[in-house]
């Protein structure tokens, strides 16, 4: 959906395995059921070790046994951070030593409350039959001059791009893949409407 702090925030695998994220104290946490929710781990701190921002607005994507999870922070001056961190299931742990994450995108945002709102989605590019051996994953989000995205295949980030036809009124984007192509929605408060965009794997936006 489009709305504030509306992105997916518990997903679950083929197998019944289930990670949920959620924001608090400024920072942003997750846990896990490999029962189908019937018990949880402890909560474990994604955004540990990052220091002096207020972390909000988590995404969460579960895909085979690794959740990736997306989200902003935001310095007291305004400085806009969006991080990722992969999460393994099975070992129960960050896959970036010390808990560290990575940044997806840095930019000035202006002020302190800005809303980012990042969300991801993710799938295995191998049951696509497309020639890659590792996760396809698409992240978008809000920057004060439009809706941004940028995707990451292995360990290679592409160039951020901005979506066609986004600027600086539009809210709260949204992602979701299909069979053949992904798809992204946001709130164009220029004409009170939702608006809709799509691209296959390797194409461009239309």
């Not at 197998?15 to 920072?27: A, F, I």
């Not at 896990?32 to 929710?37: F, V």
């Not at 019937?38 to 995404?59: E, N, R």
């Amino acid at each position: 959906g489009t709305a504030p702090n509306n992105q997916r925030k518990i997903a679950q695998n083929t197998s019944g395995w289930m990670c949920t994220v959620y924001e608090s104290g400024d920072h942003i946490w997750l846990c896990k059921s490999i029962d189908g929710g019937a018990t949880w781990s402890q909560d474990l701190c994604v955004s540990k070790g990052i220091t002096g921002k207020m972390h909000k607005y988590p995404s969460v994507v579960v895909k085979d046994k690794t959740a990736n999870i997306v989200w902003q922070a935001v310095s007291p001056s305004g400085t806009c951070n969006i991080y990722l961190s992969e999460y393994d299931i099975p070992t129960n742990t960050i896959r970036y030593p010390g808990f560290l994450s990575e940044i997806i995108a840095s930019f000035n945002a202006g002020t302190s409350d800005f809303v980012s709102a990042p969300a991801i989605d993710a799938y295995s590019l191998v049951q696509r039959d497309v020639p890659l051996t590792d996760d396809f994953k698409q992240v978008v989000w809000k920057q004060p001059d439009g809706i941004k995205t940028a995707n990451k295949v292995q360990t290679t980030w592409s160039s951020i791009a901005t979506l066609p036809g986004t600027h600086g009124n539009c809210f709260y984007p949204s992602i979701v893949f299909g069979w053949s192509c992904y798809a992204v929605c946001w709130e164009d408060r220029n004409s009170e409407s939702i608006q809709y965009i799509e691209t296959t794997y390797g194409g461009g936006w239309a």
